[in-house]
Structure formats: C-alpha cells, structure tokens
C-alpha cells in the first residue's frame, strides 16, 4: 500500500498541505505565509504535516508560520487561527472588514460553535477553541506583500462571497488564491456558486478575477488547478454556475418569497448530491439563504 504524501511543492517555494477538503497553502521565503486555517478540528494535523515540511531543507530562514493570511472570516477559514497564534506566534492579516468582524464577541463565539458543530458532525474532537486574536493587519486592494526580491503578493478585493472577501496573486508564480469567490467544486454537481452577500458583486469579482494571467488555482477547498486553460475553464464554469442557480432562485421565488422552504428544498432535492464540503446543517442553511436573500433583493426588490 502507497503511503499518501502529506504535502507537495506546486511551484519552487510553494507547499500544498493536503487536507481533506480543505488544503492549506505554505508560501516559503524570509518569513512563512500560510493561505487561510481551516477549521480546528484540522489544526493539529496541520501542524505536523508543516513541521514535517520544515524538516525539506536546512537552509530556510523560519521554521514556523510566522503570517497567516485570510481570504474572508468564515469559520471554515478562521478556525485554526488561535491554534497558529498559540504554537507559531503567527501574525494574522486580512481585509478591514474580516479584521472589524474578528473582534466582535458575537462573531467569535458564532465561529466557535460553528466549529464545534462541524466536529461534532464528522467526529473529530480537536480540543481547540477559536478565541480572540491578537490585533490583525488590514489589506486592501493594491497592497503588496513582500516575500523575497522581485518575489510578492498582491492583494485584490473580491466581494460577493462575503462583503470582506480578498483574494491573493503570487508574482511572478502567477498563483491565485481567490478563497471562496469561485464557488466551490462539488462531485458531481459542478461548481457550486456562493453568492452570500451579493450576486452582483460576486459575478463582478468572477469577471475581475478572469481579467488576470493565472497558471494556477490554489483553491480553498478540495484541489488546485494547474494550467491556463484549466483555469480559464474552471472561472468560465464559476459563472455560467452562479447564473444557473441565480435563475434557479428566481423561478422558486416566483412562486413563494419564503426564504426558509426554498432552501430547505434546495437542501432536501438540489443539494442532495454527494458534494465535496458539507458542514453543519445551520452553515449550510444560513449560505443558501443568504443567497436566496441577495437574488430576491437584487432582481426583485425583496
């Protein structure tokens, strides 16, 4: 039997840590980046996994994580941050709106038990508690992260999929890291749009997105795509997908403008399909309703 490798090099200085529906990107240079922190209930396989990946070679300056970057604030991107913090002393930066979201109370505690929850569900008590963070930086559109010379990431702002998504471009690898302003793909069922805050804006940021040179997708769920064409492809999907269920949405809110039974059905018949991330039922629901929200809203003025 073939051992599965526990993370590979996708470009000189950049890892992948497979994980289970959520890889974890490791930017190697003066200082680590890591793309996002999954959920707890991944953080300490995470951890072994990267310090097994410090172990390729001697000559790198830093052996931890000493910056993780977020694409958003949602719980399946946030959840092993306080774990990083504690073990790596690692600096945390993202957009204003993620950093202002992360030091409310109410947020903190609403990504913990989301996180419980998605233990509970698969049966993987980690231990770990999503508290508060240490102050964060806050990017914004046009910012620059110096890796090494003539080496960077630059910072775009992609919301849709929540008001306070950005997304990464490393230079000159030409890598994406979009989060969740792609959808995510699902088995057999395509690419699933995640239009949670606005539709508009979300096809917006898609059609943003496809303007770039990119030879690689470092997607937050599931795998990574290599090759311009595939890429081009996957973001061409992204948006025939999103205004596929657009419509969807219009025609069942033509017939009942209940938020609840519409999802509830997509839940039940659409969604039924084995699909490559399925977190707690309330995660679930609270996204397809915030989507109905945002079609109802935007084209019918509900």
């Known amino acids: 039997m073939v051992k599965k490798r526990n993370f590979d090099f996708i470009t000189e200085g950049l890892a992948v840590i497979y994980q289970k529906m959520f890889p974890i990107y490791i930017i190697i240079g003066e200082k680590n980046i890591m793309i996002d922190s999954a959920l707890t209930a991944n ?8 310090e097994e990946l410090f172990t390729q070679d001697r000559e790198w300056k830093s052996k931890k994580i000493d910056t993780i970057l977020l694409t958003h604030s949602h719980y399946d991107h946030t959840g092993g ?33 989301l996180n419980r929850e998605y233990e509970s569900l698969h049966e993987i008590p980690s231990g770990i508690k999503f508290e508060r963070l240490a102050p964060m930086g806050e990017l914004k559109e046009g910012d620059r992260i110096e890796i090494a010379a003539g080496r960077y990431l630059e910072v775009y702002e992609t919301p849709g999929h929540t008001r306070c998504s950005i997304s990464f471009m490393l230079m ?17 069922a395509g690419i699933r749009p995640l239009f949670l805050s606005s539709y508009t804006a979300y096809e917006a940021s898609i059609k943003k997105l496809q303007k770039l040179d990119v030879e690689i997708l470092a997607l937050s769920h599931n795998k990574f795509i290599k090759g311009k064409d595939k890429v081009t492809r996957h973001m061409m999907k992204a948006l025939a997908g999103a205004d596929a269920f657009k419509k969807d949405i219009l025609s069942r809110l033509a017939k009942t403008t209940d938020y609840r039974e519409i999802a509830e059905d997509f839940l039940t018949h659409t969604l039924a399909l084995p699909t490559a991330v399925m977190g707690p039922k309330e995660a679930v629901m609270i996204n397809l309703t ?5 079609v109802h809203k935007e084209f019918m003025g509900g």
């Not at 953080?43 to 990267?50: L, N, Q, T, V, Y």
């Not at 000159?172 to 057999?188: H, M, Q, R, Y």
């Open 172 to 188: 000159p690898d030409k890598v994406l890291f979009p989060g969740d302003s792609l959808g995510i793909i699902a088995d057999k």
């Open 43 to 50: 953080a300490r396989d995470i951890h072994e996994k990267i």
């Open 81 to 113: 941050c306080s774990y990083f913090q504690e073990v790596y002393g690692s600096h945390i930066e993202a957009s204003a709106l993620t950093a202002n979201l992360l030091k409310k109370d109410k947020v903190i505690g609403f990504i913990e038990s």
């Open 290 to 294: 915030a989507m109905i929200k945002a």
